[in-house]
């Protein structure tokens, strides 16, 4: 299981520390909610913070663009350090043309899919994907209630992917707590977002180990 904590829920004031903190935790992943207040209600941050966050840490930066068009900004995520960069199926009229443009920049290339949006809208893309998202909850602030159903569009998602023959990794995003975890793994999920029951709970190394030991 690789454990993604979401940036929303840290300390904006001391990005060094925190991201230092994470590595120190012996973290790999950390996941970036880049959101533009109109396809969600909420604005983050763009490209030039990933830039400066990048001079500061090798994580893996797990780059989750709730943008509209995000084609339009592809190739500026990669040069500011994405390491994977996952759009939303439903901001994207040609899906398959930005996943490929994705690919083409180096980064890896995932789509995210709103809890209401059907598996079907990927089915197609499977083998081209380094990963899928499930949202489970509907996407634009962190501290939200899981959606029940998602765990059983996880499982759809694994039988999916298994029968493409392909290593797509499944990434649930969204009020993941160390009661839930377990049940989503166990359904097939890769990486684990969490925001607020993460950095809500340092030290980070042991919180970290929490998750780490309750999904064995
Ligand atoms: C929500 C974001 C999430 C969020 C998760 O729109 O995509 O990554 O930060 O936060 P928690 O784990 O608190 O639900
Ligand atoms: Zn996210």
Same mark, same amino acid.
Request: glycine share 8%; charged share 20%.
């Given at each position: 299981?690789?454990?993604?904590?979401? @940036? !929303?829920?840290?300390?904006?004031?001391?990005?060094?520390? #925190?991201?230092?903190?994470?590595?120190?935790?012996?973290?790999?992943?950390?996941? !970036?909610? &880049?959101?533009? /207040?109109?396809?969600?209600?909420?604005?983050?941050?763009? =490209?030039?913070?990933?830039?400066? @966050?990048?001079? +500061?840490?090798?994580?893996?930066?797990?780059?989750? $663009?709730?943008?509209?068009?995000? /084609?339009?900004?592809?190739?500026?995520?990669?040069?500011?350090?994405?390491?994977?960069? %996952?759009?939303?199926?439903?901001? %994207?009229?040609?899906? #398959?043309?930005?996943?490929?443009?994705?690919?083409?920049?180096?980064?890896?290339?995932?789509?995210?899919?709103?809890?209401?949006? =059907?598996?079907?809208?990927? +089915?197609?893309?499977?083998?081209?994907?380094?990963?899928?998202?499930? @949202?489970?909850?509907? =996407?634009?602030?962190?501290?939200?209630?899981? &959606? =029940?159903? %998602?765990?059983?569009?996880?499982?759809?998602?694994? /039988?999916?992917?298994?029968?493409?023959?392909?290593?797509?990794?499944?990434?649930?995003?969204?009020?993941?707590? !160390?009661?839930?975890?377990? +049940?989503?793994?166990?359904?097939?999920?890769?990486? $684990?977002?969490?925001?607020?029951?993460?950095? /809500?709970?340092?030290?980070?190394?042991?919180?970290?180990?929490?998750?780490?030991?309750?999904?064995?």
């Amino acid at each position: 299981m690789i454990l993604s904590p979401s @940036m !929303l829920s840290s300390d904006f004031t001391n990005m060094e520390s #925190e991201l230092k903190a994470l590595k120190d935790a012996g973290l790999k992943w950390v996941h !970036l909610d &880049i959101m533009d /207040g109109c396809f969600v209600p909420n604005i983050t941050f763009g =490209p030039p913070i990933i830039k400066a @966050m990048r001079k +500061k840490s090798d994580l893996f930066f797990d780059c989750h $663009l709730m943008i509209e068009d995000p /084609g339009r900004y592809v190739q500026n995520f990669a040069d500011a350090g994405a390491d994977l960069i %996952c759009v939303h199926a439903e901001t %994207c009229d040609h899906l #398959e043309r930005v996943c490929a443009q994705i690919a083409e920049t180096g980064a890896k290339p995932a789509v995210a899919l709103n809890p209401h949006t =059907p598996l079907e809208t990927i +089915k197609y893309l499977i083998p081209q994907l380094y990963m899928v998202l499930i @949202m489970s909850v509907n =996407p634009g602030f962190g501290g939200q209630k899981f &959606i =029940p159903f %998602c765990k059983d569009k996880v499982r759809e998602l694994r /039988g999916m992917i298994d029968e493409a023959g392909a290593e797509t990794l499944i990434q649930i995003d969204g009020g993941v707590t !160390l009661e839930n975890a377990r +049940k989503l793994t166990e359904a097939g999920v890769d990486v $684990l977002v969490s925001g607020s029951a993460f950095f /809500g709970y340092p030290p980070y190394g042991e919180r970290h180990q929490a998750f780490q030991d309750i999904c064995k």
